[in-house]
């Protein structure tokens, strides 16, 4: 038995045969083939991106009908890198200047994009990468017509291994036979992962060479709770996961019984159960799991894996598409958080020895107002199309907020004159994950609407941890006695004026944690969407007036 660690991109355990799927014919054409004409290689190139498009066209509607319009979005961001300017002007300049054939002019370029991606310092742009090599696969499939690695459909249950797999792959494979997935490469930030998990297929990803061209044939169990496949597993482990699946399946099946019922607990303290959202993708997932709301829209992601910055036009139709969707809850959209770990080369953000304490956030939307004007209008036009809030993130002062106050009045009032709808009453709050923002949170209260506390910086910032240095990670504790302190600082001034407080870290999901934060007075818990279900049945369990006075009393 060979058992491989990976990164699990959704739970759950599943048993097959392992079959090896379409082997990498990319790098068949890395060798140049010179051509003596280069308008009709050029010609090829431009006839084989219509095709391509033809077929995304047909991989959006089977998208939309299948799986909703948020992840047949997913083939449209394909369709604009075809459409690119600078990805077809550097294929037609290989073809002219080393007068090259238009396969290995396509194959060039995509390294080039693909390096320029790799090399980035964010992980959401770096999988980005991935999506250059599918299209540009697609495009020369499109010209060469490579030979083919289909699924042999034997009524079989067959989990896939392969090098990596495209959103396409995984359409395109027949789901009643297919129990799940195994890859070499991949990210959980990916376009694929994103719809395995919507698609609710099993998956291991970057197992790197653990994975093995003989192991093909072998019967298989992923582990996705785990992150782990077991090839040719014994008897032993076969007897262990199957047993391990009836209880998670049970398990599962006993969280469904809390969709539809309220977060309340015992003693009748009531808090809202909202879900963290990076992609328009997550809100089926979202709404599966009827949660409260979405407590934190990550923004910065629809400005990530392009060449220039959204126009208000995209960006409200974004905006106004989650808002719609979401049927009057509560949907919270923080403002553009770019800078630290998350770059863009478009942004000419100069290079700091300590970025995650320079020149990002709302720092930079404030000193850039033409951008944090053209998303803060886009924000509001969204708003009237739901119950649409706006976060702002790593303030610091009061000042930031009455120049935010002034900016937003300002594009309140262009959008008046422009005669364009907008909820004039939209609610505003600020993200407190700076010990400045907990320490003068009795003032910044009387200023904002609500607060929401990002605990993986104010732990980062408080305790002096670098997040990122192996070093001192070990030191990362949002159990601290001084984060407790202030989160309680924090709700206690927000209590005192009448405003909510929400956790939206990483730690609003952990269910050791969840009796402290409403012994604390925490309104709002905001995380990831799968976890929201075993968060409500810890809520509704827990008799908060028996523990409160031990709990409070500790800090």
Known sequence: MNVLKGVAVYRGIVFGKLKAYRKDYFDMYSDKVFSGNSEFEISKFENAKKDAMEQLDGLYESALKDLGEEHAMIFGVHKMIIEDYEYSESVAGIIKKEHANAEYAVWLTSRRFEHKFETMDNEY????????????????????????????????????????L????????????????????????????????????????SLGEQLK??????????????????????????????KKKELCDKQEELLSSFKGKENVSLDGQEVQLSANVSHIADIKVVKDVDANGIG????????????????????????????????????????????????????????????A?????????????????????????????????????????????????????ECKSELRCQKLDFNDDIKIGIMIETPAAVMISDILAKE??????GTNDLV?????????????????????????????????????????????????????????????????????????LGIRKKVRETNVSLIRDQIVSKL
């Open 125 to 164: 742009m770096q999988q980005r990468a991935s999506d250059i090599r599918d299209i540009s696969r697609r495009i020369i499939n499109c010209m060469s017509n490579p030979p083919g690695d289909k699924i042999n459909e034997d009524k079989k249950s067959l989990i896939i291994g392969c090098d990596d």
């Open 166 to 205: 495209s959103p396409s792959d995984l359409l395109e494979l027949n789901s009643n036979y297919i129990k799940g997935f195994i890859t070499m490469l991949g990210s959980k930030n990916s376009h694929t992962s994103i719809l395995a998990k919507s698609m609710k297929i099993p998956s291991i990803i």
């Open 213 to 242: 061209p003989e192991f093909e044939g072998c019967d298989v169990i992923i582990d996705g709770f785990a992150g782990a496949v077991y090839v040719s597993p014994d008897s032993a482990t076969i007897r262990r996961l199957k």
């Open 296 to 355: 934190l829209f990550r923004s910065e992601f629809i400005f990530m894996g392009r060449h220039n910055y959204p126009t208000e036009e995209e960006q409200f139709r974004i905006y106004k598409s989650v808002a719609s969707k979401m049927d009057g809850k509560h949907v919270t959209i923080r403002t553009l958080d770019v800078g630290a770990d998350k770059q863009m080369d478009y942004f000419d953000i100069p290079k700091e020895a300590n970025p």
């Open 357 to 409: 304490m320079g020149y990002r956030g709302i720092r930079i939307c404030l000193d850039r107002p033409n951008i944090f004007k053209t998303q803060l209008r886009a924000i509001l036009r969204a708003s009237a199309y739901g119950n649409v809030e706006i976060l702002f993130p790593m303030i610091s002062s009061l000042d930031e907020i009455i120049r935010i106050k002034k900016i937003l009045n």
């Open 448 to 453: 904002v609407d609500f607060f929401s506390i």
């Open 460 to 532: 980062q910032y408080s305790l002096a941890v670098d997040r990122q240095n192996d070093k001192v990670n070990f030191m990362f504790n949002p159990q601290h006695r001084a984060i407790l302190r202030m989160i309680k600082m924090v709700c206690d001034n927000a209590k005192l004026a009448g405003i909510r407080v929400g956790i939206c870290g990483e730690i609003a999901a952990d269910e050791n944690m969840t009796e402290i934060f409403l012994s604390l007075g925490v309104n709002e818990l905001s995380m990831s969407a799968p976890f929201i």
